[in-house]
């Protein structure tokens, strides 16, 4: 016994003592049913190490925040891109939705809305998302988010499985969903959002004389369900676990003690409001006062952006996985950055390696930032245990500390035993935080939650107590600590056939029931396999699918791939699909796991190398993420073992190495690299696209005056140029706009686009990030210019915006001069133009992309647009004159000038419904228009008051 310490031989020889004196006095006990404890170990295990303090919650969660916006109204609550909210604006526009959702209901059901209503959330990541869960709970309900990146079948399940009363979301969605709702025949109510807060909206839902800054009188307590947050099931469809306000708000009074949460304290929400880590983000800092910043979607996986994200917000509390935390910390020790404010870093959602935080600790410390882990589960309400970890902890340690203050934590054997200390048993936990059980699943809720053997009467008699305990289904043993102190539980694994992927808890039958279910495969097993990767220096989990065709099927990968990716949700997709003659099988009958082929991500004989510079770099790059020695332009990045996490590592690296601003959602897409190659070359020619013709916010040259809030103008090029040509008309506008000038793509690339839709989806694209939220969209165009303008905003129209401003400098609706112009005639003014500009200075190189781009332009200008303009408000400002060189080339001069000046609205009135204004510039030809810059900044002013 010379490798057990003292303590370990003393607990061995008991636990042989009990067995010894069981046989001795009940012989025919069956082996199961023996107990290796004796009653001092049992009883220390059953009570002095699970002894709990109830917290009895008795608020709400809107009310903890509505308290804050009491104490510090003018405290900035939230703070996505450039909108920082206060608590006071918060809270005003939470109780304005909240009045819209009580009176929609109400309206369709002719009652009050009960407690307990489920409530949808379809959102991106932003302000709107958090004043909708705000604005939920207020009025009553239970929110279940949904991401819009989720596959058609998940989201239309969790709507069927919901039935919410209410669907909010945002309108560049509501087509979507009007569909997929329609599909189901679901009365669900649909509700954008946007439109209900825009500053402009006029609610008839909600009485004139209501004012916001009161707070809605409260319908939900501590009891209330909160939200209902969906999971991965065995079934092959997610299931959906719901939990209470009082949950939430006895784990904040648990942790605050601790921690130490304040007003002073500003977090991110990192993560998706479908994870439970984002309650515990949201509620951490808007129930203590703190300020929380919302990282967009291409932030959070760009590990350099987030980092300087942390440091420009100074935040003070930092939540990630420990996969997620791999990429931040080494972005942050490569680049040698300090992140002075940041005092707690808490990890959740997977076990932790203690190894990997090593350089960390090494570069700052172990006491400031504090580093902790915390272990929970969806149906514990997000944390259960809690351990502050040092760089002197063993490597190997995965001590996941010990219940917080009102949880229970059990150990117990397959028949239901406890386990004594050291030896692996289940994780059973009680006490405060078990959700009320799974929606529409109470068969499924009595196998997973039961009732406590181990509850004393006391506990049994108070009704405010919680007297069952949630089967975790994760393997687990008690550590003993020095001196007699309460216990520590280390984490060992599962032991079923769930498991844990960058922090999702994920059943692989849910996987297989999906991949068995195609037409090609006739059977299908999941298991997770294990890489290193550059990004971590530890080994990561991955999904390896094997399955067995249909007879007489030709199957392809990429099928199989792209028919799984529209079913399950991207951290559910397997890494590899390897096909087998047939599934392995122990002597028993049992698939054999063990005797499954490792996957191989490369295959050699198909090996493709790199034609350009571009794909050798992209090779390297891809090479050095996913640890291999050699990568092809057609391999694919999953299948070659890559998955979200090292997709994030691969995309920042991408993205600081060419300047581009590339996506994890590009990834998907395009998985090869040779797909990838051309994402990377549009993005670097939409990255140019966009051109501050007024001082950048934020730049030196940007006034110190307080202009946050100044509208934008979006001012897209003309035929044959840039957007430079507006520089004088944006210094004119500069005091009353920030002019963004959208610049000629089909000068910029080689890859250029004859289509007007295309085009414009494209500056859509590129200025999507852009786009206002609650103010009106103002676009201006010159020439070409507007009526790609004109189709911009019809493509807006289509996503539901509906306060667009459209200035058209000069331009005309219908055929354009050189539609049917013959090759000769226009090869000559093309000579004649080049020769012209050559004598004005113009580079050969410049001058041949216009004339390249030419016919492009040509097709574009003679486009009709996709839809009328129902909402849109369009201001002509036209020219009053022909110049004196303007199409001199044609043949019938005067019967052009004729037709181009006979029609006072240029022909644009057909295309829209809204009337007309018309501002004529008499002194200005179409040439000579944008010299009336003071002419055009009074229309733009006044623009409700130009006489039509």
């Not at 609650?774 to 070409?784: D, F, K, P, Q, T």
């Not at 044609?890 to 018309?918: G, Q, R």
Request: glycine content about 6%.
């Amino acid at each position: 016994l010379a490798w057990l310490s003292d303590a370990q031989a003393g607990r061995l020889l008991k636990q042989l003592e009990c067995i010894v004196t069981a046989i001795s006095t009940e012989p025919n006990l069956p082996h199961q049913e023996i107990s290796l404890l004796d009653e001092a170990e049992s009883h220390m295990l059953l009570h002095d190490w699970t002894q709990t303090e109830a917290q009895n919650p008795n608020t709400s969660l809107h009310q903890l925040f509505e308290a804050q916006v009491l104490q510090a109204p003018d405290k900035t609550a939230l703070v996505f891109e450039n909108q920082r909210l206060s608590y006071r604006e918060l809270n005003e526009r939470a109780n304005q939705l909240a009045c819209v959702i009580r009176s929609r209901f109400a309206d369709a059901h002719q009652k009050v809305m009960p407690k307990d209503t489920l409530i949808g959330l379809y959102f991106d990541r932003g302000v709107d998302m958090v004043i909708s869960i705000l604005a939920v709970l207020k009025a009553g309900g239970v929110y279940v988010p949904i991401s819009p990146e989720y596959p058609k079948p998940r989201s239309k399940f969790i709507f069927s499985d919901t039935k919410a009363a209410i669907l909010l979301s945002q309108s560049q969605y509501q087509n979507r969903l009007e569909d997929w709702l329609a599909e189901q025949a679901l009365p669900t109510q649909l509700l954008m959002v946007d439109e209900a807060l825009s500053k402009n909206a006029l609610n008839k839902n909600v009485p004139s004389e209501t004012v916001f800054n009161y707070n809605v009188a409260p319908l939900s307590g501590p009891q209330d369900l909160a939200y209902v947050i969906y999971t991965s099931g065995t079934t092959g469809q997610p299931k959906g676990v719901m939990q209470s306000h009082g949950n939430v708000v006895r784990l904040l009074a648990a942790t605050q003690e601790e921690y130490q949460f304040s007003r002073d304290d500003v977090w991110t929400l990192f993560h998706a409001t479908t994870f439970d880590f984002a309650v515990w983000e949201l509620w951490g800092a808007l129930s203590h006062g703190g300020t929380l910043v919302v990282p967009t979607g291409e932030c959070v996986v760009d590990s350099q952006a987030f980092a300087q994200l942390c440091i420009k917000e100074n935040v003070s509390v930092l939540n990630q996985t420990p996969a997620a935390f791999s990429a931040f910390a080494a972005t942050v020790i490569d680049n040698d950055w300090r992140l002075a404010q940041l005092r707690l870093v808490i990890f959740g959602g997977d076990a932790l390696n203690i190894e990997s935080l090593k350089p960390w600790w090494k570069r700052f410390g172990d006491t400031l930032p504090q580093l902790v882990n915390m272990y929970g589960i969806t149906e514990t309400c997000v944390h259960v245990t809690a351990k502050k970890l040092s760089a002197d902890m063993a490597d190997n340690a995965l001590d996941i500390g010990r219940p917080l203050k009102d949880m229970k934590a059990y150990v117990l054997s397959s028949s239901g035993k406890p386990v004594p200390v050291g030896v692996p048993g289940e994780l059973y936990v009680g006490g405060a935080g078990l959700a009320r059980g799974y929606l529409n699943q109470s068969a499924l809720s009595s196998q997973r939650f039961i009732e406590s053997p181990f509850a004393t009467q006391a506990e049994k008699a108070n009704s405010q107590y919680d007297t069952r305990l949630y089967k975790t289904g994760d393997l687990v043993r008690w550590l003993a600590r020095p001196n007699g102190a309460p216990g520590h539980l280390e984490y060992l694994g599962r032991n079923d056939f769930q498991v844990k992927i960058r922090g999702f808890r994920i059943e692989l039958g849910e996987i297989e029931s999906a991949l068995s279910a195609l037409p090609e495969v006739r059977q299908a097993v999941v298991m997770t396999r294990k890489q290193t990767q550059e990004y971590t220096s530890e080994a990561q989990n991955y999904l390896a699918a094997y399955f067995v065709s249909e007879p007489d099927h030709a199957v392809q990968i990429d099928s199989l791939m792209s028919q799984l990716r529209s079913q399950l949700p991207a951290h559910m997709l397997p890494a590899t699909l390897t096909q087998l003659d047939a599934v392995p099988l122990t002597i028993n009958g049992k698939i054999d796991r063990r005797a499954l082929p490792d996957p191989e991500f490369v295959d050699a004989d198909t090996y493709i190398a790199p034609r350009d510079e571009l794909e050798t770099q992209l090779c390297a790059i891809w090479q050095g993420v996913l640890g291999l020695d050699q990568v092809g332009i057609e391999d694919n990045f999953f299948q070659a073992g890559g998955n979200s996490i090292s997709a994030i590592s691969l995309i920042s690296q991408v993205n600081r190495h060419f300047n581009v601003k590339l996506s994890v959602a590009n990834l998907f897409l395009q998985a090869t690299i040779k797909a990838f190659s051309d994402e990377v070359k549009n993005h670097q020619v939409q990255e140019n696209l966009l051109k501050w013709l007024t001082p950048k916010p934020g730049s030196q040259s940007h006034s110190s005056q307080d202009n946050s809030h100044i509208a934008k103008m979006f001012m897209v090029h003309p035929g044959g140029g840039g957007c430079e040509v507006y520089r004088g008309l944006a210094s004119q506008l500069k005091n009353d706009f920030e002019c963004i000038g959208i610049d000629n793509l089909n000068m910029l690339s080689d890859k250029r686009i004859g289509s007007l839709q295309k085009i414009s989806e494209t500056y859509l694209t590129a200025v999507e990030s852009l786009l206002p939220k609650y103010e009106a969209i103002n676009l201006v165009g010159w020439s070409l210019g507007g009526t790609i303008a004109l189709e911009m905003a019809a493509q807006l129209e289509q996503r539901g915006y509906k306060d667009i401003y459209v200035y058209l400098l000069d331009t005309h609706a219908g055929p354009t001069i050189d539609k049917d112009m013959d090759p000769n005639t226009l090869e000559k003014i093309n000579q004649r133009q080049r020769a012209s500009m050559l004598e004005q200075g113009v580079s050969g190189e410049y001058i041949d992309s216009i004339l390249l781009s030419r016919p492009y332009e040509s097709q574009i200008a003679s486009s009709d647009l996709s839809q009328g303009l129902e909402h849109t408000q369009v201001i002509l400002l036209k020219a009053g004159k022909l110049g004196v060189n303007e199409y001199q080339y044609l043949t019938d001069e005067e019967a052009f000038l004729s037709a181009k000046f006979s029609v006072p609205d240029n022909n644009i009135s057909k295309l829209i419904k809204a009337p007309l204004k018309v501002v004529l510039l008499e002194r200005y030809d179409h040439q000579s228009l944008l010299g009336a810059g003071e002419e055009i900044k009074q229309a733009i002013a006044n623009n409700c008051l130009i006489p039509e």
